[in-house]
């Protein structure tokens, strides 16, 4: 059993209408914009440490509108602290270290696509990954139609900071976890898909051996 969990969420590239086209308008990509996570312990959920970069997309290097009023991130913000794709990455598979990844929805697949994306050849991927939401799900909460943000409010946490920045949602979906574990919910991290998560990687690491 892993002794820290990472709960991790991104803002990408988008449009008014992005969503509901699946970025397949011409030049629309999901490149990250910002990487926000929280490590928390496995048995007690408290926080340990955070992460919160700001990565500065290649191919449409300007934020749009809706984005900037969406996720509170301006292009001159941007500009001053944003760091490359590769280095934000890196720094962040630093922080995830030996701990189990999870987030609200298939962000693991996000990163995949930015990995693609950038013509990255055998870069290193996340070890353990699940979607919490899965967990959520199985404990009541609908999820259809939400987002990171809304988690905490759903399973009875305020929510504090802004909506849509990443960091501020990782907290909102920890602190969800951390409601519904008090209500008497089995800790995702302990018995939940987490541990399915990291007992499929042990299997996938000892292949061969």
Known sequence: ?????????????????????RWLAPGQFKEVVQIGAVRLDTSSLAELAACNLLVRPRLNPQLSDYLVELTGISNARMSQEGVDFVPAYQAFLDFCADGIACAFGRDDLVLAENLTLYGLSAPPRLRRYFNIAEWLRANGIETKGRHACDVGPLCGAHFVG????????????????????????????????????????????????
Do not use: K
Request: proline share 3%.
């Open 1 to 21: 059993m892993a002794a820290t969990a990472i709960v991790f969420d991104l803002e990408f590239t988008s449009w008014q209408g992005a969503l509901r086209g």
């Open 162 to 209: 802004q909506r849509h920045d990443a960091l501020d949602d990782a907290r909102s979906v920890a602190a969800g976890i951390r409601a519904l574990v008090h209500r008497g919910a089995e800790n995702p991290f302990l018995t939940g898909p987490g541990v399915r998560a990291s007992q499929s990687y042990a299997c996938l690491t000892n292949q061969g051996h």
